[in-house]
């Protein structure tokens, strides 16, 4: 049992991470929030047996501020869960880490990572962003009393029943577009990708907070397939074979490769995340897809001495979790009747 504060706990990763926290009935459970929330809810501590308000209105821009908030609620692990995507928000997990290094209660600390092994060349993940979670994990480096792990779902498997299945993510479309029947895949489409969906990633990191010590990378990812059969298992699904162009990986690499319907639709409907429409889409999906082609999401690849598979160490701890035949089947097989 912990008192656990989750670090943009009200965002869509961060929400599912803090609900699967809670559920598990055993922390003292807060959530770190620039926003002002009107009714802040209240939860009974399994550890005091007390009523507390739950929503920590935070001031990520000093350092000072955040050692006497996590000081103040006798905080022992702190979870961040920022979308790491500027400067200022690395800046803000900078100052979390710092803070909660100097705090006499917080003894763990899990980084917004969320992804796969950012500590690689752009020959392997092309993926701008990842120079955020490198300066955080040079700051990790530098703590003395935190013992502090990187999650790794691999790809987040929801984005593949999109969106006829329920998850918090905004939409994207990888790899293949099952409502426009078309697959783009790199090179020969043997490239292997590891998926998590969320929710299962959610719970997963609330179990491993009971382990006595973690290693420095913690895995969820409940499948590991190539591109090739994960077209496969849409066409088994949907009952009839999809068009598939198979392209040089250099056409991703340079942002040059074949739209899929369903993102340039994404583009022109969600123009608050995309002001730039399909010219900024376009390099972010890329980018992802060219590290899979590149094999940063083949955990296969993995140490296996360095990493520690969640979903074996756990098993029949969590429910288990969906593997991408179940979600595929799920999302895409016709209804009958």
Partial sequence: MAVVAVAGGLGDLGRLITDAIVKTGKHEVYVMSRKTVPNNPSHISPLTGKSYESIIQTDYSSEDALAEQLTKHRVNVVVCTFIMDSDQVCDAELHLIRAANRCPSVRRFIPSEFNVEYDVGDDVLPYPEKKYHLIA??????????????????????????????????????????????????????AKMSMTVTMDAARLL????????????????????????????????????????????????????????????IAKGYP????????QLRPLVADLEAG???????????????????????????PAPKRIEELIEEAWKPVSG
Avoid at 159 to 188: H, I, K, M, T
Avoid at 209 to 226: N, V
Wanted: proline share 6%.
């Fill in 137 to 190: 994990r040079r700051e990790l480096e530098k703590t003395s009393t935190l013992e502090y792990a990187y999650l790794y779902p691999g790809m987040f498997m929801d984005y593949f029943g999109l969106p006829r299945v329920a998850s918090s993510l905004r939409p994207l479309c990888f790899f293949v577009d099952p409502e426009n029947g078309l697959a783009v895949l790199p090179g020969d489409g043997e």
């Fill in 206 to 265: 609330a179990a491993a907070l009971e382990l006595d010590a973690w290693p420095r990378i913690l895995t969820t990812a409940a499948s590991t397939i190539s591109l090739n059969e994960l077209v496969r298992l849409y066409e088994k699904a949907l009952g009839h074979k999809l068009e598939v162009r198979y392209l040089p990986v250099d056409k991703w690499l340079k942002h040059e490769t074949v739209d899929l319907p369903a993102n340039i639709d």
């Fill in 272 to 279: 608050e995340r995309f002001p730039q429409g399909l010219d």
């Fill in 292 to 318: 899979v082609a590149l094999g940063a999401f083949d955990f296969s690849k993995l140490d296996q001495n360095q990493h520690l598979d969640l979903v074996k160490a756990l098993e029949g701890r969590v």
